[in-house]
């Protein structure tokens, strides 16, 4: 009999869909739910779209098999498909006794839930509210003890470039000279979208163009040449792992939105947070910011970046 780790390995394995559309899936999904008349979740997707969510998938998956053989080490639980859903339940409530974060339980559970092909439900736990996620931030919003490992002048190129163009640590990791393009009208943009090999850079295979701030293309496009010059693949060779790409990637956000909302006709703030904050927001130059750091909720850029 396999063990347990390589039960979940295969089946990780078989969710795989790398380059493939999430969006397209999750549609197929929405159609499926109708037809055998189930309850819909719109973030539902069969498969996993992105490498990084993957590995994260797959390193809380195997800290699960570990627990459960040390916790229930009975012969019918080393098969995958016969443990309960509430192991998992219990597993998860651990966790949280111990003071861990609400993100990372609910990253936990989405790992459990995406392995056995059910819902967070079925672990019949309630699982910490994402209320209040916004006030619990520190990295990135103050100096942490983290930072003290980074220096800024060794690493001003790379940091400048994250805040112009808003890219995610692997797109920065992986981005090639030739993806730095311009269009018509000498305006910059970094091309995530038009070739395959560029779209699986990118978190769920979501491929985009992205639009970099005005008024640092210089930066950008002398990155590209040094690039260039040097024969490089990458434009980075090495991105410093204490460099906080969330808080450039926050930056970007909050000039671009000012950026694209100075651009309106319509400057009316129609969409409210939900959070209670009171905080009105243009809802275009949201979607606008949104689509250029790769996502598709407005809630989600607004609580973690503006």
């Known amino acids: 009999m396999a063990s347990l780790k390589f039960q ?4 990780i394995d078989s969710l795989k869909c790398f380059g493939q559309s999430r969006h397209k ?31 994260n998938y797959k390193k809380h998956a195997l800290n699960f098999a570990t627990w459960e053989r040390e916790k229930h080490p009975e012969k019918e ?3 995958l498909d016969n443990i309960p859903r509430d192991h998992v339940g219990e597993w998860l409530k651990e966790s949280m006794d111990k003071g861990e974060s609400g993100y990372t339980t609910r990253l936990k559970a989405a790992s459990l839930a995406k392995i056995f092909g059910c819902h967070t439900y079925s672990f019949e736990i309630k699982l910490p509210s994402k ?10 919003r103050h100096d942490v003890e983290y930072d003290k490992h980074f220096s800024e002048k060794n690493n001003k190129e790379v940091k400048e470039f994250c805040n112009a163009t808003g890219l995610r640590r692997s797109e920065v990791a992986k981005i090639k000279p030739e993806q730095i393009i311009k269009d018509e009208e000498e305006n910059v943009i970094l091309d995530f979208k038009s070739k395959k090999e560029y779209r699986v850079m990118t978190k769920n295979g979501r491929g985009r163009f992205i639009h970099p701030l005005r008024g640092t293309y210089n930066i950008i496009l002398k990155a590209k040449e040094k690039a260039e010059k040097a024969g490089q693949a990458t434009v980075f060779e090495k ?3 204490a460099l906080d790409v969330h808080s450039c990637r926050r930056y970007f956000a909050q000039h671009k939105y000012m950026e694209v909302l100075q651009g309106l006709k319509e ?6 947070c939900r959070d209670g904050s009171g905080r009105r927001y243009n809802k275009k130059a949201l979607g606008i910011t949104s689509e250029n750091l790769g996502h598709s909720r407005l809630d989600v850029v607004v609580k973690n970046y503006l």
């Open 77 to 79: 639980y080393k098969i």
């Open 131 to 140: 209320r209040g996620d916004r006030l619990r931030i520190k990295r990135s």
């Open 8 to 11: 979940i390995l295969k089946r």
């Open 267 to 272: 400057k009316k703030l129609d969409y409210i």
């Open 25 to 55: 899936a999750k549609q197929k999904q929405k159609e499926a739910d109708l037809f055998l008349e189930v309850k819909q979740n719109s973030l539902r997707a069969p498969g996993i779209y992105s490498k990084s969510t993957c590995d």
């Open 239 to 241: 991105i410093h792992h």
